[in-house]
């Protein structure tokens, strides 16, 4: 089981979604693609039964989501002075640092039935 990538909604939802897919998307490791496309492409020796989608839903400060952001390899990829402190400028200009963020995160399973 696994988490792909989060979601964040209400006012910094739009800024959020091009700063994951087109600002950092470059600097996550070429693995990074089986997160974003649920495992689906990962070669599995048995039938895969349907998994219910879920989710996990969290409600974060925004600092929170801008430690989270600063952790992932990508962040640390692309270097400090860059799209990282773009959108966290960005993000403390749209709310304050205590404000609540809603954000889900789609999880993923591959369970298999072995006959």
Known sequence: MSYG????AGVLGDRFARFYHDEIAPFWPPERVHVENGYRDLP?????PVVPQ???AAEWPLSGLLGYVR????ARAC???SAVT???DDALAMLPP???VLIRFPLTAI???VA
């Not at 990538?5 to 964040?8: S, T």
């Not at 599995?44 to 895969?48: G, K, N, T, V």
């Open 86 to 88: 773009a959108f966290n």
């Open 79 to 81: 270097g400090t002075e």
């Open 44 to 48: 599995f020796p048995f039938p895969r």
């Open 5 to 8: 990538p989060a979601e964040v």
């Open 111 to 113: 369970a298999g039935r």
């Open 98 to 100: 205590g404000a609540p």
């Open 54 to 56: 879920r989710e996990i």
């Open 71 to 74: 952790s992932w390899s990508a």
